[in-house]
């Protein structure tokens, strides 16, 4: 391949509108209003196509039909349209959506698979986008979707659960006899059936259960396979540079395509990424100097687009959470004894690691188990953080051992081990609320010296669990990302956390 990136999915039809009076026009408004999407949208590639019916996005490049961005009602409008799809790049949306499509689910939890919706994947995203570009004071466009239940800080993942939920708690209407009997009747009055008065809640129910929308979009595209699918490079002339996209509120979501070989392809993907998070550091920093500066007064930076950036570590890493949990711990004994007289079996077995064990560098290690419900269902996950622990407390030798506090609203069990192989044969119990502070004020109260404290938890916390726990030294291995309401606890308390989530796509 001549260069790492995705494949370009149109041609550029109209380069002439990058030096257009209404796109200048749009860029000073977006500046001067949402300056940190200003900045990501200069590095990054605007196509002007005929073959896209409004905007775009494939998460790579931004793709814009020249009429429907003329045609808007306002300069801000146009600046409303550049900063959506920008968006769209920055959390990743295409990526993400492609990679669901690719594995088949959603989200497991616990037993349970939560089913893909590409539709109603882009649907969240538009929301939380819409709402964040509203605050920034830029000219919302009505066909697009907004609801004001939803936050420009929220998690696109939260609201996709929302609205599935929302979804599966609509009444499946039963047709009568009559209606059975004259179906070719119901099928011209109203096959859709919604009648929901909000247009966006309209909007979101027609596209959200019916696969034939984008079926037919589809089909309505095909005329342009011939003449598109070799544009940007492609020489496969089977990939359809429509395949899989959906269309929901102003714009369309594409699916981004790669050429060459399997491992080409994969660099090719990586190379995307980090291009894309360094124009998000770039943008976050240029932004806080800015503000420092005194020259704009701005909306604070969205969590989702803070969290995208790579230092806040948004961004895919390469390096595994027990990595990260394993960095955490040796810097607590750093500079301490170690010896290679015997090898770490069960890291070896687990993770085909092979590192020296410290001697001596630690007194106790303490683990808190939250024994909520909603921690306890993700098994798999509690099964591999259990046993990441072990290996641990095999690897550290502390001198009096370990301690496992299990812990709800209150303390229900404590347990002393000397060895991974009996931490791992205590029985977890299930049942109680989420209140981590009882494990930290127990230890306080009987005593308990330790050289480390890792909870495991899904930090459904208050704000004084979370400031009591980072006030005691304590680290969060969290089973899942919180929300929005626990998750601005979790950032305002400084707490040091790990996402301990072996899946890739978790948000």
């Given at each position: 391949m001549s260069k790492l990136r995705a494949r370009q999915l149109f041609t550029n039809d109209h380069p002439e509108q990058a030096n257009s009076k209404p796109y200048v026009k749009a860029l000073i408004i977006l500046q001067a209003k949402a300056q940190v999407y200003y900045s990501i949208l200069a590095n990054t590639d605007v196509i002007w196509t005929d073959a896209i019916a409004t905007g775009a996005t494939d998460g790579v490049y931004v793709y814009l039909n020249k009429d429907f961005f003329r045609g808007l009602a306002s300069d801000s409008q146009r600046a409303f349209l550049?900063?959506?799809?920008?968006?769209?790049?920055?959390?990743?949306?295409?990526?993400?959506?492609?990679?669901?499509?690719?594995?088949?689910?959603?989200?497991?939890?616990?037993?349970?698979?939560?089913?893909?919706?590409?539709?109603?994947?882009?649907?969240?995203?538009?929301?939380?986008?819409?709402?964040?570009?509203?605050?920034?004071?830029?000219?919302?466009?009505?066909?697009?979707?907004?609801?004001?239940?939803?936050?420009?800080?929220?998690?696109?993942?939260?609201?996709?659960?929302?609205?599935?939920?929302?979804?599966?708690?609509?009444?499946?209407?039963?047709?009568?006899?009559?209606?059975?009997?004259?179906?070719?009747?119901?099928?011209?009055?109203?096959?859709?059936?919604?009648?929901?008065?909000?247009?966006?809640?309209?909007?979101?129910?027609?596209?959200?259960?019916?696969?034939?929308?984008?079926?037919?979009?589809?089909?309505?595209?095909?005329?342009?396979?011939?003449e598109d699918s070799d544009q940007g490079g492609g020489s496969d002339l089977s990939n359809d540079p429509m395949e899989d996209s959906t269309t929901e509120g102003i714009d369309t979501h594409l699916v981004p395509q790669y050429d060459g070989t399997e491992e080409e392809q994969e660099a090719s993907q990586r190379e995307d990424t980090d291009r894309i998070a360094d124009a998000v550091d770039q943008a976050i920093d240029q932004v806080q100097a800015s503000r420092d500066r005194g020259e704009h007064n701005q909306p604070e930076i969205a969590d989702g687009l803070i969290g995208a950036s790579r230092r806040n570590g948004g961004t895919a890493s390469a390096t595994d959470w027990r990595a990260e949990l394993a960095d955490r711990v040796t810097r607590v004994s750093a500079g301490q004894e170690s010896t290679w007289s015997r090898i770490n079996r069960r890291r070896y077995i687990n993770t085909g690691v092979i590192a020296p064990s410290r001697v001596g560098s630690f007194d106790r290690v303490v683990t808190t188990m939250d024994t909520s419900y909603s921690v306890q269902q993700y098994a798999d996950r509690v099964e591999s953080f259990m046993t990441e622990a072990a290996s641990l407390i095999d690897t550290l030798a502390p001198a009096s051992g370990a301690t496992l506090v299990q812990c709800g609203h209150y303390v229900t069990q404590v347990d002393e081990v000397m060895s991974g192989d009996e931490f791992l044969d205590i029985n977890i119990v299930e049942g109680g609320g989420t209140y981590m502070a009882s494990s930290v004020e127990w230890l306080e109260e009987n005593g308990i010296e330790h050289d480390i404290h890792l909870i495991f938890t899904?930090?459904?916390?208050?704000?004084?669990?979370?400031?009591?726990?980072?006030?005691?030294?304590?680290?969060?291995?969290?089973?899942?990302?919180?929300?929005?309401?626990?998750?601005?606890?979790?950032?305002?308390?400084?707490?040091?956390?790990?996402?301990?989530?072996?899946?890739?796509?978790?948000?």
């Open positions: 550049l900063a959506h799809e920008v968006s769209h790049i920055v959390l990743r949306h295409p990526q993400r959506g492609k990679a669901f499509m690719d594995r088949g689910y959603f989200r497991q939890v616990g037993p349970k698979q939560i089913s893909y919706d590409s539709g109603l994947f882009n649907q969240a995203a538009d929301y939380v986008i819409n709402a964040d570009l509203v605050k920034h004071d830029l000219e919302f466009i009505p066909d697009g979707l907004l609801d004001a239940d939803i936050d420009r800080n929220q998690l696109v993942d939260d609201v996709y659960m929302q609205l599935v939920k929302k979804q599966d708690e609509q009444p499946k209407q039963k047709p009568t006899q009559e209606n059975n009997d004259d179906s070719d009747d119901d099928n011209k009055d109203g096959g859709k059936g919604n009648s929901q008065g909000d247009n966006s809640s309209t909007t979101s129910g027609n596209r959200s259960s019916n696969d034939t929308d984008d079926q037919d979009q589809n089909e309505t595209d095909q005329d342009h396979t011939d899904d930090g459904e916390m208050g704000a004084d669990d979370y400031r009591i726990c980072a006030e005691s030294g304590a680290i969060l291995v969290l089973v899942v990302m919180p929300d929005h309401y626990y998750r601005q606890n979790l950032i305002a308390s400084g707490i040091d956390y790990i996402l301990a989530n072996d899946d890739p796509l978790a948000a």
